[in-house]
């Protein structure tokens, strides 16, 4: 008969673990972060931020006062009537012989005098109608967008063919090729005669609203189907199936359980799309006719053989990116979970 041997008093792998220190985790923690770290991040922030910065107070700067250099960043209301002398004083100050003259102290001044001429005058050009344009344009090919890009992600990601990386190469590969070598067949296409060795028939769109609709559809049509199709994907397969099984049909599945999962990559691509359509510049001018001009052709009123309106260009740049940076601040929160699904898995 064999005896039993009495258990050993050592500590179970169990309580070892619980007992045993925490582990240090990799890489640096928010409490251990470097004060070098936040200087280089605001050092960064500000570098980035300066172009944007000096564009919207050159919008409120005098033509003189916008092509100083070094540039006058600091605005003073009323800094050029305090300048000014007063009546019977002499303007120029009394000489000192012992004074340095000012380009050898290297001094200068970034004082400006802000003002609202430049403003004025871009409203006075009938800015409006050119934003209107800008807005019809981007929110109705926006909307033709998404009414065909959510069906054809659908379909890709989830109820796929055989050649599928076929189909999306194929939209993709649209943007290949360069605007300039599709302007002339455009032109050709949307005028009312169209080529005379084809039958002279035309679509007769150039000039009008519905014609840059439909190329600014065209132009972003592939980027909304491959952003929707990386967003469908990330849809768990069991949510789908279980919908399935309660009897939920196409339709259903799209509008009630899959479209609320991922509305916010739908709205980054409603951005990307809307940003794409307003900042276009070179199908505008070469499609569109005075009623239909849009801000970016606004701008070009500035740059003329004279030289370049630096204050009123930059007026009616602040005007023209400021709807765009309205929207991001608004729908912020929606755009950072779009543009990060699928960055953790």
């Known amino acids: 008969m064999q005896t039993a041997l009495p258990r050993s008093s050592s500590v179970s792998p169990t309580a070892s673990r619980r007992w045993a220190l925490p582990r240090r985790r990799r890489g640096v923690q928010k409490d251990q972060a470097s004060p070098a770290w936040a200087v280089l991040a605001w050092i960064v922030a500000l570098v980035t931020f300066f172009p944007v910065l000096h564009m919207v107070l050159t919008g409120f700067k005098h033509e003189a006062d916008a092509v100083d250099l070094p540039p006058r960043l600091l605005p003073v209301p009323g800094i050029t009537e305090s300048a000014a002398p007063a009546e019977g004083v ?51 090919s926006t909307a033709l967008v998404m009414l065909l890009a959510i069906p054809a992600a659908y379909g890709l990601a989830l109820r796929p063919t055989k050649k ?103 709205a980054a691509t409603v951005f990307i799309s809307i940003i794409f359509a307003w900042n276009e510049f070179f199908l505008a001018v070469s499609l569109a006719a005075v009623g239909t001009s849009t801000v970016p052709i606004f701008m070009v009123k500035f740059v003329t053989a004279e030289g370049l309106f630096w204050a009123k260009l930059a007026a009616s740049s602040t005007m023209a990116v400021l709807p765009i940076v309205l929207l991001g601040w608004i729908a912020q929160k929606q755009l950072v979970r779009g543009l990060s699904m699928g960055a953790v898995k």
């Open 90 to 140: 002499s303007a120029e100050p009394a000489a000192d012989a012992d004074a340095p003259p000012a380009e050898a102290t290297g001094g200068f001044d970034i004082r400006f005098d802000p003002t609202l001429e430049q403003y004025d005058t871009i409203l006075g050009r009938e800015f409006m109608p050119f934003f209107r344009n800008s807005a019809v344009a981007s929110l109705g």
């Open 164 to 266: 599928w990386k076929d189909v999306l190469f194929f939209f993709i590969s649209t943007r290949f090729l360069p605007a300039s070598g599709v302007i002339v067949p455009l032109y050709i296409l949307f005028s009312a005669n169209g080529d005379p060795r084809l039958g002279g028939f035309g679509l007769d769109l150039l000039g009008t609203m519905r014609g840059l609709i439909i190329l600014y559809t065209a132009m972003n049509l592939p980027i909304a189907i491959w952003m929707l199709r990386s967003f469908f994907e990330e849809v768990p397969r069991d949510v789908l199936d279980a919908a399935r099984v309660d009897g939920a049909g196409v339709m259903r599945e799209m509008t009630q359980i899959l479209l609320p999962m991922v509305a916010p990559g739908i």
